[in-house]
């Protein structure tokens, strides 16, 4: 695993859950968002500092595996590292495991393309990629 991953802890929500107490796929994309958020604030920044540069990181592609299913107030950790910066785009990548037995949950990644508040494709300013690399 790359040196630069940070984990995030917290409980699988009830509204997360669908009729069978297992938690819904669409779930997943909204903790890859709160993993990618902690990486940045435990890394000394935010996200809400890259838009104030007038630039975003549009999700291009998201891609899960589902190995085991979580359920309603089960501790899930997220961990998230990044996997690539290019001078347009990035990939940040996951694991999602149970925090009590580390049983792998769910794998995946989400490609990021650098674009200005217009939608325009724009590159990542060198001080935001030496940060991204870590």
Request: hydrophobic residues 35%; proline residues 2%; contains cysteine.
């Amino acid at each position: 695993m790359p040196a630069n991953v940070v984990e995030t802890t917290f409980h699988v929500r009830y509204a997360e859950t669908d009729q069978m107490g297992i938690v819904h796929h669409a779930a997943h994309a909204v903790w890859l968002e709160e993993g990618r958020s902690h990486w940045m604030r435990a890394r000394g920044s935010s996200y809400a500092q890259f838009e104030a540069e007038g630039l975003l990181l549009a999700v291009s592609e998201l891609h899960l595996r589902y190995h085991h299913s979580a359920r309603y107030d089960q501790r899930v950790t997220v961990r998230c590292w990044v996997e690539f910066v290019r001078s347009r785009q990035m990939q940040f990548s996951y694991e999602v495991i149970d925090a009590q037995n580390q049983t792998l949950l769910a794998t995946g990644y989400t490609k990021h393309t650098c674009i200005d508040r217009s939608g325009n494709v724009r590159k990542i300013p060198p001080h935001w990629q030496m940060y991204l690399q870590g």
